[in-house]
C-alpha cells in the first residue's frame, strides 16, 4: 500500500542521538534498534526502539542489541528479527508496559536471538519470542 519500513541500529559510542523530522531518540545502550513506519508521503508516522540492559550496571563490555531482518505478510504483519549479547531486552507494548526477554546465557556472554510482531498502526510490540542463546560460541 506504499508504506515504507526502516530497519537499524545506532550507538551511544558515535551517534548518540538518532533524529526523524518531529521526534530525537536517545540511546541507553551502547547499540540499540529501532524500527520506523513511513507513508507514501514520506512523513515518520511511528518509530519503535528496543532497549538492550545490562545486569548490574555497565562494567565496560559493549551491549549491542540489533534488529536484522524484517519481513512482512500478505497481511500487512510486520515481524522483526534479530539479538543481543546483554543480559535483557525490553519492547515496549504500551505506553506504559513492556516484554522483557532474558538472556539466558548472559553470563557466558553469549548472545540470544528474537522474533517479534508488531503492530503497524502505532509500532508497539504483540509479542515476542526467544528463539535461541547458543550453547558454544
Given amino acids: 500500500k506504499g508504506y515504507s519500513y526502516l530497519l537499524g541500529d545506532y550507538s551511544a559510542f558515535n551517534r548518540k542521538h538518532l533524529f526523524f523530522i518531529d521526534l530525537a531518540l536517545m540511546s541507553k545502550a551502547d547499540v540499540q534498534p529501532f524500527v520506523a513506519k513511513q507513508s507514501p508521503q514520506g512523513v515518520i508516522l511511528w518509530v519503535t526502539e528496543f532497549v538492550a540492559m545490562p545486569a548490574g550496571g555497565h562494567n565496560g563490555t559493549k551491549y549491542v542489541a540489533s534488529a536484522t531482518g524484517i519481513a512482512l ?6 515481524f522483526i528479527s534479530g539479538y543481543f549479547n546483554a543480559a535483557s531486552l525490553s519492547f515496549p507494548t504500551s505506553m506504559a508496559t513492556n516484554i522483557t526477554l532474558e538472556n539466558p546465557g548472559f553470563a557466558q556472554g553469549r548472545y540470544a536471538q528474537y522474533v517479534a510482531k508488531l503492530d503497524t498502526v502505532v509500532g508497539m510490540v504483540l ?11
Fill in 73 to 78: 505478510d500478505d497481511e500487512g504483519n510486520c
Fill in 127 to 137: 509479542w515476542v519470542t526467544l528463539l535461541s542463546s547458543p550453547s558454544s560460541g
